[in-house]
């Protein structure tokens, strides 16, 4: 079964400092991986996806199979990235079901 | 383009009631998977439905069950409510099968069982 690990609940960062919040990830075959963001008050949002090798509001992610992670970085936080992030893993079965995590909730100070 | 939106938005039922939860696809989506979000915890998936069909099913009884109709809108049904089953629902809508396809959320429907 797949599963998604997100170790911090809580993490919290001065305005300007590098942010990394991490994902694990257990899945047998080959995943598709995401991170999504809901911002205060407003709905789930799909922030990036691996398959892209984007990068948004300067946010990165690299996934690391050896590793199973998938882990979302940013060099220099702002305020405005205060927010609740999920990760989460899309198998390759026909339904496509996103497996989530249980989010960090990330506060940049100012 | 409208996004997705779902009703009601709020709901107070009572245990071994039935509730009926609606959402309506973003334009141009005929796929939504519905989520359940306890407190505290990430979106679980319920079931998702493409072009009117039950496509997928996560570890849920058999008393949530859902129906899509032609234009793409969805319910999702919930028989013989218990107390676990106050949560947030979730709906999404998105074009299509493909796993890296964006699913578009909506806000949710706050479901509070006494």
């Known amino acids: 079964a797949q599963r998604v690990t997100q170790p911090e609940k809580l993490l919290s960062v001065f305005k300007g400092a590098p942010v990394e919040l991490k994902c694990n990830y257990s899945?047998?075959?080959?995943?598709?991986l995401f991170w999504y963001v809901q911002y205060s008050r407003q709905r789930l949002q799909l922030l990036l996806r691996?398959?892209s090798r984007e990068s948004i509001k300067g946010f990165t992610a690299d996934l690391n199979k050896g590793e199973t992670s998938f882990h979302l970085k940013k060099p220099f936080a702002q305020e405005e990235d205060s927010a609740m992030y999920y990760c989460?893993?899309?198998?390759?079965?026909?339904?496509?079901?996103?497996?989530f995590g249980s989010g960090t909730q990330l506060t940049v100070l100012p | 383009e409208t996004g997705v939106t779902q009703s009601p938005t709020h709901l107070i039922k009572t245990r071994g009631q039935q509730v009926t939860l609606r959402c309506s696809s973003q334009?141009?989506?005929?796929?939504v998977s519905w989520y359940q979000q306890a407190l505290g915890q990430g979106p679980q998936f319920i079931f998702q439905?493409?072009?009117?069909?039950?496509?997928g099913r996560g570890n849920f009884p058999p008393r949530f069950s859902g129906l899509q109709f032609p234009n793409y809108s969805s319910e999702l049904n919930v028989n013989a409510l218990e107390l676990d089953d106050s949560a947030l629902y979730l709906c999404?809508?998105?074009?299509?099968?493909?796993?890296?396809?964006?699913?578009?959320f909506g806000p949710g429907t706050r479901l509070t069982v006494l």
């Open positions: 999404a809508s998105s074009f299509g099968l493909v796993s890296y396809n964006e699913q578009f």
């Open positions: 899945y047998s075959g080959s995943p598709e």
């Open positions: 691996h398959i």
């Open positions: 989460a893993l899309s198998d390759s079965g026909s339904a496509r079901q996103l497996t």
């Open positions: 334009s141009g989506h005929n796929t």
């Open positions: 439905y493409y072009r009117e069909e039950e496509n």
